[in-house]
T-cell receptor
Framework: GAGVSQTPSNKVTEKGKYVELRCDPI?????LYWYRQSLGQGPEFLIY????????DSGLPNDRFFAVRPEGSVSTLKIQRTERGDSAVYLC??????????????FGPGTRLTVL | DQQVKQNSPSLSVQEGRISILNCDYT??????FLWYKKYPAEGPTFLIS?????DKNEDGRFTVFLNKSAKHLSLHIVPSQPGDSAVYFC????????????FGAGTILRVKS
């Protein structure tokens, strides 16, 4: 079956611009996560959705970052006034249930964002 | 403050031999640990996990060992195969922190044939 998909695979933008990154989770997965991976580091948690609501957004670095999941499936990560430090690979993951130990997260291939 | 540390940036092993990847953590609240494998241009893929109530979990060629008193876990791959060459990430989670995973920086494993 289809895994987690993310679009675009690559995004190059200029400093100060607005970008949207999209994630399509595995069908039927209620939990969705966004992570950010900078060069030479592991993924860093940004936000977690259970259904349509953000259950934990403690990882969002500042108010330029926002994410939505209006119908409980596809999610969009939105970054306003991009800065060069936002350059990273943005990973999305989904799992069939949130809040259950042993319920592994399945990752998409990521979107590589480059801010010039 | 890195709560999950993988101190070896890379490891090179001969095909057929054992690969041992190490991971240390500092937060005693962590009670569930996972290993992910990542190939270039792909997302991390789940390999194996272990709960803090256990000290060992085995799945085929992969075994994870947990030493809670030392706050240390390791992933053993036996025998190593060239297709195992990838970046391996250790991750941890805590019941109190919900479902977020805290990752280490990763170890690049190269298996030479």
């Amino acid at each position: 079956g289809a895994g987690v998909s993310q679009t675009p695979s690559n995004k190059v933008t200029e400093k100060g611009k607005y970008v949207e990154l999209r994630c399509d989770p595995i069908s039927g997965h209620t939990a969705l996560y966004w992570y950010r991976q900078s060069l030479g580091q592991g993924p860093e948690f940004l936000i977690y959705f259970q259904g349509t609501g953000a259950a934990d957004d403690s990882g969002l670095p500042n108010d330029r970052f926002f994410a939505v999941r209006p119908e409980g499936s596809v999610s969009t990560l939105k970054i306003q006034r991009t800065e060069r430090g936002d350059s990273a690979v943005y990973l999305c993951a989904s799992s069939s249930r949130g809040g259950v130990r042993g319920n592994e997260q399945f990752f998409g291939p990521g979107t590589r964002l480059t801010v010039l | 403050d890195q709560q999950v540390k993988q101190n070896s940036p890379s490891l090179s092993v001969q095909e057929g031999r054992i690969s041992i990847l190490n991971c240390d953590y500092t937060n005693s609240m962590f009670d569930y640990f996972l290993w992910y494998k990542k190939y270039p241009a792909e997302g991390p893929t789940f390999l194996i996990s272990i709960s803090s109530i256990k000290d060992k979990n085995e799945d085929g060629r992969f075994t994870v060992f947990l030493n809670k008193s030392a706050k240390h876990l390791s992933l053993h791959i036996v025998p190593s195969q060239p297709g195992d060459s990838a970046v391996y990430f250790c991750a941890a989670s805590a019941q109190e922190y919900g479902n977020k995973l805290v990752f280490g920086a990763g170890t690049i494993l190269r298996v030479k044939s």
